[in-house]
């Protein structure tokens, strides 16, 4: 779907829409459209009292032979003086739906040119629109729109700054189609997407728009002892990768990353020997973090960002064979300490505690920052709402909160305590992979990690297990993939360079 700034001759609208608020006042541009009808508009919202105006609510007149649209479309704004970035993304979505249902195709959004609710109108309830609008029929004989007769095809504003506005709008939709890269491989099925496979899909997407790919095999991660992610990815015939992203949009040529990013890339998560009794079809979104990790790379590089970063995605497929990892097998990680394996269920913490050793010893990353569907804990704890936050420096999750909020992605601050510390230590070797009992899963696992994080290094960890898959649609998104957190990964990692 189009997004277009300024109106030209040469488009037919079909549909034109104002907003209102609560007073259910027409504005100018309102006003217009209800001269041109002899005052049917301004009859028909009287005439409809449920309307209220409230966010996202709409009223739709249609209109006869001879009009110049087929129908206006009156939205609300809800209290005008309470509209915040995230409403007007709220109110995108839902206008989605309803312009949609509707059957409107090329629609010409007549904001009140009040300057800057014109702009947020623009920047962020489009933003909605394209967050709504997305979804996965690649493997659809028939797709979904495809009986539907019209489809949603533009949206164009209607405004004096077009120009001003239209490069307001160029940055977003920069996040958008690093979302949409998310989405796609989070929505990708586990055999099609697997570690080379994810690897390749990668490189392909962002060699080109300036991110330097190195992928490591499995050869080279046996060679260099990775032997975490090793264990973990062994037992499948899809062995594992390690793909670095860099990303330096400084200029300098030896600059060092200001931070560095993992991502948790199981493509598929069996168990292993704990096979996974319930709901493992869920498992093709074990990649989620890597695919958020990606995703934000491809915003941050559409949008030449100033800043230098580099990521790791840690990716393995997490299967059962003779070949397979065990539980009580005793492995070495990349840092050198050792780690009994109590669970093979717990593979995410392995693949990425490799992954963050290998950036904090090649690049010296002073930031480091995770991104993983670790525990079906931190599920439960916050739903398909919140992702969870772990770090101990009070800085860094004040930067992630901002973050967050400024992308509308929720997120909310879990702990960590010397006490799970203690109990992830291992009886046989430096750690375990498992905690004693299922209380606080969601902290235990971020224990883990930070076992793994340098001194003088500012570590956090995004525990994204509920949020980068939709059980039941909301006002942004569809069931299926989200694209959760790449807004807030893209505003973190510029506000960390700052
Ligand atoms: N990928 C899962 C976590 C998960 C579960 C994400 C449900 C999203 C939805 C992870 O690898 C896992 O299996 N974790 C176990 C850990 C346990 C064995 C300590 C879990 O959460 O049960
Ligand atoms: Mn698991
Ligand atoms: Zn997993």
Request: net charge neutral; charged share 25%.
């Amino acid at each position: 779907m189009d997004i277009l700034f300024g109106k030209t001759s040469k488009k037919k609208y079909d549909t034109a829409l104002v907003f209102v608020a609560e007073d259910l006042k027409l504005g100018a541009r309102g006003k217009i459209l209800d001269d041109a009808v002899e005052g049917a508009l301004v009859a028909s919202i009287k005439n409809a009292p449920r309307f209220k105006g409230k966010l996202g609510q709409t009223h739709i007149l249609p209109l006869g032979k001879g009009a110049h649209y087929k129908r206006v479309v009156v939205a609300g704004v809800g209290k005008a003086k309470e509209l915040t970035d995230q409403k007007l993304r709220v109110l995108g979505g839902k206008l989605y739906d309803a312009l949609k249902a509707t059957g409107a195709v090329d629609v010409l959004m007549m904001p009140e040119e009040d300057g800057e609710l014109a702009a947020g109108i623009s920047n962020f309830v489009s933003e909605g629109v394209l967050r709504k609008s997305y979804f996965f029929d690649k493997y659809k004989g028939k797709k979904d729109d495809a009986d539907e007769g019209a489809k949603l095809t533009s949206v164009t504003y209607d405004v004096d700054n077009s120009k001003a506005l239209a490069a307001k709008f160029e940055a977003t939709k920069n996040v958008i189609d690093g979302m949409e890269l998310t989405r796609n491989l989070v929505s990708e099925p586990p055999n099609a997407l697997y570690p080379d496979s994810f690897a390749k899909i990668v490189e392909k997407e962002l060699k080109p728009l300036g991110v330097k790919v190195k992928v490591l095999d499995e050869k080279k991660l046996e060679k260099m002892g990775a032997g975490a992610i090793m264990a973990v990815g062994k037992g499948s015939a899809r062995k594992p990768r390690l793909a670095i992203l860099e990303y330096n949009g400084l200029g300098k040529k030896n600059s060092k990353p200001s931070m560095g990013i993992v991502g948790k890339g199981i493509t598929f998560d069996t168990g292993g020997y704990n096979v996974k009794t319930s709901n493992m079809h869920w498992m093709q979104f074990d990649m989620g973090g890597a695919g958020t990790v990606a995703g934000a790379m491809k915003a941050i590089a559409l949008n030449k960002e100033k800043v230098h970063v580099v990521a790791a995605l840690a990716l393995a497929e997490n299967m059962i064979s003779d070949e397979a990892y065990r539980p009580s097998d005793i492995i070495t990680s990349l840092s050198g300490q050792t780690i009994e394996v109590l669970n093979t269920d717990a593979e995410g913490r392995l693949v990425m505690c490799d992954a963050m050793t290998y950036l904090q010893n090649e690049y010296k990353v002073e930031t480091l920052v995770d991104v993983a569907t670790l525990t079906g804990a931190c599920m439960i704890a916050l739903g398909n709402e919140y992702g969870g936050a772990f770090t101990p420096s009070d800085e860094l999750w004040r930067k992630i909160e901002t973050a967050g909020g400024e992308s509308g992605d929720k997120v909310w601050r879990m702990p960590l305590d010397e006490a799970w510390d203690k109990e992830m230590k291992g009886a046989h070797a430096d750690l375990k992979n498992l905690g004693d009992s299922s209380f606080a899963g969601a902290s235990t696992a971020a224990a883990f990690l930070k076992a793994f994080v340098q001194e003088d290094v500012t570590w956090a960890h995004l525990d994204v297990a509920g949020v980068v898959w939709s059980f039941k649609p909301n006002d942004l998104w569809g069931k299926g993939a989200t694209g959760y957190g790449v807004g807030m990964l893209q505003n973190l990692i510029k506000e960390c360079a700052a």
